[in-house]
């Protein structure tokens, strides 16, 4: 079975530009969210969907959107790059409901120059 | 604040040497404690989930349990593939599983 795939796994931005990164969760999983892990620091979390819907958000600015689609793969987008957004974003995905265990894709490397 | 703090930041064991990893957290109504493995640029990939205090759970030379301040990954005789950061996490409060606060991970090296 197909786990959490996410792309594209490496690219490289100018500051000022735009970013779009996709994920598609494991076949079943109605819940995917997004974390952002800069090197030597674990995961930060971003956004979770949920049917769609937004259920929370991180401590984020608002150049961070992301949706959710009919299939439930999702989007993240990031806005104005800075370069502290240079880092390691990944998609996980779960069964709804406490005690699901999250599974995580292998991450797509934003380098922003 | 739900906080994980995660000790030590690294560890270097000679094959065959077991040792412990400490996760200790503070959060109101813990819903599960998770570890996970890394790899270098690799994402998460998921090793145990704990509940409740005393909990054990063992995979190949990984043992996890749990106590009602902190958890222990006990390594039992590893092997040099057994290097990689190891992460924990807590859900946060009035969340669901799917919001994870996650620690700062032991990187570890393990030497042939």
């Known amino acids: 079975d197909a786990g959490v795939t996410q792309s594209p796994t490496h690219l490289i931005k100018t500051r000022g530009q735009q970013v779009t990164l996709r994920c598609s969760p494991i076949s079943g999983h109605k819940s995917v969210s997004w974390y952002q892990q800069v090197l030597g620091q674990g995961p930060q979390f971003i956004f979770q969907?949920?049917?769609?819907?937004?259920?929370g958000r991180g401590n984020f600015p608002d150049r961070f959107s992301a949706r959710q689609f009919p299939n439930y793969s999702s989007e993240l987008n990031v806005n104005a790059l800075l370069l502290g957004d240079s880092a390691l974003y990944l998609c996980a995905s779960s069964l709804d409901g406490p005690g699901n265990t999250i599974y995580f894709g292998e991450g797509s490397w934003l380098t922003v120059v | 604040e739900d906080q994980v703090t995660q000790s030590p930041e690294a560890l270097r064991l000679q094959e065959g040497e077991s040792s412990s990893l400490n996760c200790s957290y503070t959060?109101?109504?813990?819903?599960?404690l998770f570890w996970y493995r890394q790899d270098p640029g690799k994402g998460p990939e998921f090793l145990f989930t704990?509940?409740?205090a005393g909990e054990e759970k063992e995979k190949e030379r990984l043992k996890a349990t749990l106590t009602k301040k902190e958890s222990f990954l006990h390594i039992t005789a590893p092997k040099p593939e057994d290097s990689a950061t190891y992460l924990c996490?807590?859900?946060?409060?009035?969340?669901?599983?799917?919001?994870?606060?996650f620690g700062t991970g032991t990187r570890l090296t393990i030497i042939p």
């Open positions: 704990l509940y409740s």
């Open positions: 996490a807590v859900p946060l409060s009035n969340f669901g599983n799917e919001k994870l606060t």
């Open positions: 959060v109101s109504g813990l819903r599960g």
């Open positions: 969907y949920y049917e769609k819907e937004e259920r």
